[in-house]
């Protein structure tokens, strides 16, 4: 399996800009987050989805986030209008679980900067 | 509310030395307890991941051990190599929520 992949690897955009951060994650797992790393925050989950549903969103910031997962192979967390804060790597991960996570899996992120 | 802690928050040893990385966490109720590594610029890697029945999970060089009445796991280390370098991160499931470290970030010095 390839793995958990995101898009676009990097992403710089000015401020007031729609951002949409992509996830594909392995094949089979049934459970996928978004997180977001800072040096000052370190990592934060903003959602967590089973089975496609989300189960978790209390760590999105604002209503200027939002997610998706349409189907089991394809997440998209949506920022509009960005903002210079928001600058920082977005991960994707998934696992296979129910309410007890299992083991992990990340993609490589995306470095967001909003100038 | 689970708390996690990992110190030190850095660590630099020798090449070839063995080390303990340390992760504590104040709510003894967890589900399970997995660590990870990460690289530069780069994504998280899980290495272990210990259900909380169990004590301790080895894979290569690494054991990582579990006493949940302590509230403490260690990640062991044998024979360390400069690709070892990473910063080392725990997380325990506890209340179906994966509450995380801040990590521990490891040098081996050739």
């Known amino acids: 399996d390839a793995g958990v992949i995101q898009s676009p690897r990097h992403e710089v955009t000015e401020m007031g800009q729609e951002v949409t951060l992509r996830c594909k994650p392995i094949?089979?797992?049934?459970?996928l987050f978004w997180y977001r790393q800072t040096m000052m925050r370190g990592l934060e989950l903003l959602i967590y989805f089973n089975n496609n549903v989300p189960i978790d969103d209390s760590g999105m910031p604002e209503d200027r986030f939002s997610a998706k997962m349409p189907n089991a192979s394809f997440s998209t967390l949506k920022i509009q209008p960005s903002e210079p804060r928001d600058s920082a790597v977005y991960f994707c991960?998934?696992?296979?679980?129910?309410?007890?996570?299992?083991?992990?899996?990340f993609g490589e992120g995306s470095r967001l900067t909003v100038l | 509310k689970q708390e996690v802690t990992q110190i030190p928050a850095a660590l630099s040893v020798p090449e070839g030395e063995n080390l303990v990385l340390n992760c504590s966490f104040t709510?003894?109720?967890?589900?399970?307890l997995q660590w990870f590594r990460q690289d530069p610029g780069k994504g998280l890697t899980s290495l272990l991941l210990?259900?909380?029945s169990q004590r301790e999970q080895t894979s290569g060089r690494l054991n990582a051990s579990l006493d949940k009445s302590s509230g403490r796991s260690t990640l062991y280390i044998a024979a360390s190599q400069p690709g070892d370098s990473a910063t080392y991160l725990c997380?325990?499931?506890?209340?179906?929520?994966?509450?995380w470290g801040a990590g521990t970030k490891l040098i081996i010095k050739p």
């Open positions: 094949s089979g797992h049934n459970s």
């Open positions: 210990i259900q909380s």
């Open positions: 709510d003894s109720a967890i589900y399970n």
């Open positions: 991960a998934s696992s296979f679980g129910g309410r007890v996570t299992g083991e992990l899996f």
């Open positions: 997380a325990v499931d506890s209340n179906y929520q994966l509450i």
